[in-house]
């Protein structure tokens, strides 16, 4: 049996007859930026996730960057301030701060969770410190009380990156959000959220996509203007902006996705309950178990012991299964930030940090296949085989 690690023709034909006459709409329309598909598809999104305002643009990694850009031109953050982000993120989270001439300060997780420790978060908090980028790494809920208390108690603005995160019903009543949007952090706070469309997320584009959704409007105009070359009236241009813009055909693919995505998402769940009732090969280990309304699974990450991790993976492969690695490398261990100041990561300097949970995430986690499209009997035969490992 063949249980590829995600297949995304597979992904696009489940609603293929929908998706061909939105796109073939939109070509026929000769509107292809900037259109009604746009406004219909942003309106959908921000009522889905209970925001007031979304904004969409080219991809996850400009959402980001642009939220932070637009921090810097409110003037609540600028060169130099600081941002708290999970170092075990995808590096993604880190360009957006870098490429703002911001400081990412890197925090562990915890190995239970995988997700930020927010133990340890006050402990990083200087007079520097700006925000906290929060990200719900593999569709998990990273969001805690504590994280919101210490927004409030330092002025921190919450970023919160759900590149892998679409759907996450934390509140009951709410799609996905977490208290910002539900103005529990009335007054000090209105965070902001950054969504990828990137083809293998939850909610995926046939192409690079992404949206930024607040309840902050000055943020949301700002944003909008930003990804317009600056501009808010034609020909005028108030920012020094860039072009990241949404274009039409994925707004309709999109707007198309969108009415499936908790369908989808149950999916996964169901995926997910199969494997953590199954799984029992004590070489791997499965992250602390979330209700369903803290984990949409975008990924389903197990912790293997280190020098199984590449003959598990090959055994898998040998029988028909894909994983991948999410993610090998942790962002402080990149070329890119090799030489960067704030890397003291890396360095055996007299001020140097140490992020060993982190680093043995990456040498432990391996990805099974989960998606809408997987079926029970290949869940089946992913659980078979990973219990036969060395048994
Ligand atoms: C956590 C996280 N942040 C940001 C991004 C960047 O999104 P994009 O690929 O759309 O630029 C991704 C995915 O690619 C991601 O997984």
């Given amino acids: 049996m063949i249980v590829p690690f995600l297949s995304l023709e597979e992904v696009t034909a489940l609603h293929g007859a929908e998706i061909n006459e939105a796109v073939t709409r939109t070509v026929n329309s000769g509107w292809y930026l900037q259109g009604k598909e746009n406004k219909t598809f942003e309106k959908h999104f921000a009522e889905y996730v209970g925001a007031k305002y979304c904004v969409g643009c080219a991809n996850g990694l400009d959402a980001l960057t642009l939220i932070f850009r637009a921090y810097k031109e409110m003037g609540v953050m600028k060169e130099g301030d ?30 239970e969770t995988l997700e930020i420790d927010d133990e340890q978060i006050e402990g990083l908090i200087t007079p ?26 330092y002025n921190l603005k919450l970023v919160q990156d759900c590149a892998q995160s679409h759907g996450l019903k934390v509140n009951a009543s709410c799609a996905h959000q977490v208290s910002p949007h539900r103005g529990d952090l009335e007054g000090s706070l209105v965070g902001s959220f950054a969504y990828s469309f990137y083809p293998g997320k939850n909610l995926g584009a046939l192409g690079d996509g992404g949206a930024v959704t607040t309840d902050d409007e000055e943020l949301a105009t700002i944003i909008r203007a930003l990804a317009n070359y600056g501009s808010q009236t034609k020909y005028i241009f108030d920012y020094e902006g860039r072009n990241s813009r949404l274009d039409e055909i994925q707004a309709a693919v999109l707007d198309v ?40 699974y975008h990924i389903f990450p197990v912790l293997v012991a280190p020098d199984h991790r590449a003959a598990l993976q090959e055994h898998l492969a040998n029988n028909g299964i894909g994983t991948i690695i999410h993610y090998p490398v942790a962002p402080h261990q990149q070329q890119c930030y090799a030489n960067a100041p704030w890397n003291k990561y890396n360095t055996p300097t007299a001020d140097a940090r140490q992020l060993p949970i982190t680093e043995s995430l990456a040498s432990r986690e391996l990805s099974l296949p989960i998606g809408p499209t997987i079926t029970l009997a290949q869940a089946h035969h992913v659980v078979e085989q990973i219990n036969k490992y060395m048994r």
């Fill in 82 to 111: 600081e941002v708290i982000v999970p170092a075990n993120t995808f590096i993604a989270t880190v360009l957006a701060i870098t490429d703002n001439g911001l400081v990412p300060v890197l925090c562990e997780p915890k190995e």
């Fill in 128 to 153: 520097k410190t700006k925000a906290i980028a929060l990200v719900h790494l593999y569709g998990r809920n990273a969001y805690t009380d504590r994280i919101g208390e210490l927004c409030r108690k």
């Fill in 257 to 296: 996705k969108l009415r499936y995505l908790d369908e989808d998402n149950a999916h996964r769940q169901m995926i997910a309950r199969y494997y953590y009732d199954n799984i029992s090969n004590p070489l791997v280990t499965l992250p602390q178990r979330l209700d369903d309304t803290q984990n949409v």
